[in-house]
C-alpha cells in the first residue's frame, strides 16, 4: 500500500491543522489506520489510531481532546484534525497502516508495516 500524507505547515500557537492521509493499493477500511510523529533525536511515539471499520479511536495522552482521527472511506483518505496546538506538538507526522486486517485497533509501531513519507507540523510559540 502506498500512502500520501499532506496538511502539514507552519501554525501559531493555538491554531489548527488537518492532515490528510490518502492511501492506493489497500483500502482504508481493510486495516487498522494510525498517525506517529518523530522529532530530530527521538523514537517516533504514538499519536492516534483508528479500528478498520472506524468503530474505535484511540489517542495518545498529550493529544486527547485536541486532536481528532477520522476516515473517509469513498476518499480511501484518513484525516488527522489538530487543533489548540502547541510547540510540543512539532514534529514530522507519519501515516501507518497496520499489517494485520483485525477488527481491533491497533497502536503498537511494530504492527504497522506500511508509512508514509511523512509531514512536517511546526508550531510556533
Known amino acids: 500500500v502506498q500512502l500520501v500524507e499532506s496538511g502539514g505547515g507552519l501554525v501559531q500557537a493555538g491554531g489548527s491543522l488537518r492532515l490528510s492521509c490518502a492511501a492506493s493499493?489497500?483500502?482504508?477500511?481493510?486495516?487498522?489506520m494510525g498517525w506517529f510523529r518523530q522529532v530530530p533525536g527521538k523514537e517516533r511515539e504514538f499519536v492516534a489510531a483508528?479500528?478498520?471499520?472506524?468503530?474505535?479511536?484511540h489517542y495518545a495522552d498529550s493529544v486527547k481532546g485536541r486532536f481528532t482521527l477520522s476516515r473517509d472511506g469513498a476518499k480511501n483518505t484518513v484525516y488527522l484534525q489538530m487543533n489548540s496546538l502547541n510547540a510540543e506538538d512539532t514534529a514530522v507526522y507519519y501515516c501507518?497502516?497496520?499489517?494485520?486486517?483485525?477488527?481491533?485497533?491497533?497502536?503498537?509501531?511494530?504492527?504497522?508495516?506500511?508509512w508514509g513519507q511523512g509531514t512536517q507540523v511546526t508550531v510556533s510559540s
Open positions: 483508528i479500528s478498520r471499520l472506524g468503530s474505535t479511536r
Open positions: 493499493g489497500r483500502t482504508t477500511s481493510s486495516y487498522p
Open positions: 501507518a497502516a497496520a499489517s494485520a486486517a483485525v477488527n481491533s485497533i491497533v497502536t503498537q509501531r511494530r504492527d504497522f508495516d506500511s
